[in-house]
């Protein structure tokens, strides 16, 4: 009764036509499948009744002799293409076990599957191209910039704090960009996920180290510490390092002059946690559930000294699910914020560890100026 009702369920809500039937032993031992049930976009596909069908023995619906090797597939989970009578579709069919020796049998369209590949590409394509158009031109801006800078004068101060400012500004309109082009690939389900094993305490510390200079100049501590010296883990280093650049820019913005940032790594079972906790102004309560949320900002006259489009945490949240973690955040407003991370302290077996020797701390720095540019002293 109850494998009856998930099958009706099925037949409800599948939108892929399929049918439902059981592999028996004729009398000369031969299996054959008896169809037990249609669904309805099969139906509609054959434009025949389902009593012409329920309760056969064999694939009539399929073409001429292509009906002769599909049970051996089928008990074997193989995936075989074959076409419809009075179709001009291709279809692939592909098999699960209910139970015993009743089996859903699918009709994957492959023309659709086809469609859908090609929309895959066009849809990559364009955001290779809208990454293109959107970064060009800042990165052009910011080389004239640099330029300009050398050339002028060290005494000329007031251009020099206008090629600042528009330096600085230069790297938000950076930031918002990778962060739109990126939490639209999200959605999209286009942005890809490369894991590798690496040292994730020696990762992490390198970030934080890498980061000192810019909190001294709001007068912030920032204490690195952990329980595990050495741990090599399956992670995607520029996802990570987004991922904990993106918190600890949240940390300086809103945490106070004389303030204190502690990031802290320790292993709990099999999983690797990393906290980052601030004793800067906090999180209201009624606000905790939401800062997950895309272009969700935490309105509030008392916390709202640092800009942002909404989007950073969002992205932060994501990039943990693709690692197959968790995010959690606890806070108290003018107390301070903790995020906790949790990642799978797993190895990918098909990748080798490989530890950079050299000091990582140079290659952030770029990446530390556009994730930090809406911060102000």
């Known amino acids: 009764m109850k494998y009856k009702c998930i099958e009706e369920d099925i037949l409800k809500s599948s939108p892929t036509p399929y049918i439902v039937g059981e592999i028996c032993k004729t009398t000369d031992k031969k299996n054959v499948i008896k169809i037990n049930s249609i669904s309805e976009t ?162 992490v510390e390198s970030i934080c180290q890498s980061i000192v200079d810019f909190a001294k100049q709001k007068n912030i501590e920032v204490i690195f510490d952990t329980d595990v010296e050495e741990k090599i883990i399956s992670f995607d280093l520029d996802k990570m390092e987004r991922i904990i650049l993106n918190i600890l820019s949240n940390s300086i913005k809103f945490t106070k002059e004389q303030g204190k940032i502690e990031i802290y790594i320790r292993e709990s079972n099999d999983m690797l946690e990393i906290e980052i906790s601030d004793d800067g102004i906090g999180i209201p309560q009624n606000k905790l559930n939401s800062i997950f949320e895309r272009f969700k900002q935490v309105e509030n006259n008392t916390i709202r000294s640092g800009e942002g489009s909404g989007i950073g945490l969002y992205l932060v949240k994501s990039l943990v699910d693709m690692h197959g973690g968790d995010i959690a955040v606890e806070s108290e407003l003018g107390s301070g914020t903790t995020f906790k991370i949790s990642i799978p302290a797993e190895l990918e077996e098909e990748y080798e560890c490989n530890i950079i020797e050299k000091n990582l701390q140079n290659s952030y720095i770029e990446k530390i100026k556009v994730e930090f540019s809406d911060i102000y002293a």
């Open 42 to 203: 099969l139906k509609n596909i054959l434009d025949t009744d389902e009593t012409e069908i329920v309760g056969e023995e064999k694939f009539h619906i399929l073409d001429e002799n292509k009906s002769i090797d599909i049970f051996e597939h089928i008990i074997n989970g193989k995936k075989v293409s074959v076409n419809i009578k009075n179709s001009n579709s291709n279809f692939e069919l592909i098999s699960t076990n209910l139970y015993d020796n009743n089996y859903v049998i699918w009709f994957v369209d492959k023309n659709e599957q086809i469609e859908h590949e090609i929309n895959n590409k066009i849809r990559g394509d364009f955001f290779a191209n809208l990454s293109h158009e959107l970064r060009t031109p800042l990165n052009i801006i910011f080389s004239s910039l640099q330029v300009l800078d050398l050339k002028l004068k060290k005494e000329d101060q007031s251009i020099t704090k206008y090629i600042n400012m528009a330096t600085q500004n230069t790297y938000r309109l950076l930031k918002l960009v990778n962060n739109l082009i990126d939490s639209n690939k999200i959605t999209s389900g286009y942005f890809e996920y490369n894991p590798q094993n690496y040292d994730i305490v020696y990762f």
